[in-house]
């Protein structure tokens, strides 16, 4: 299930910055996964694709990529951010 991310507590104007993504590596993960940063009226945000590598990872944290360059989410009314990782 996607899990929703709250910023500047909806009001408008003010914005969080985010410079990696992560996943939750559970008893023996393994492979890369992709992380994102959608927008419920844009699904594919440029700049907010990571590749989470699991292997060598510890079981029950979370591993971290890094993204291209620092992205900003700006704070707006009614707008919704998900981080989502499909099940690949």
Do not use: C
């Not at 009001?11 to 393994?30: C, D, N, P, V």
């Not at 844009?42 to 992205?71: E, H, K, R, W």
């Amino acid at each position: 299930m996607p899990q929703s991310i709250q910023i500047g507590k909806g009001k408008t104007g003010q914005g969080t910055t985010i410079s990696e993504l992560g996943r939750w590596k559970l008893a023996f993960g393994y492979g890369t996964h992709t992380v994102k940063v959608v927008r419920e009226d844009q699904p594919d945000l440029l700049g907010t694709t990571v590749s989470v590598n699991m292997v060598g990872g510890i079981d029950g944290t979370f591993l971290y990529s890094a993204l291209s360059a620092l992205v900003i989410l700006e704070a707006m009314k009614r707008t919704i951010w998900r981080v989502e990782s499909p099940w690949e």
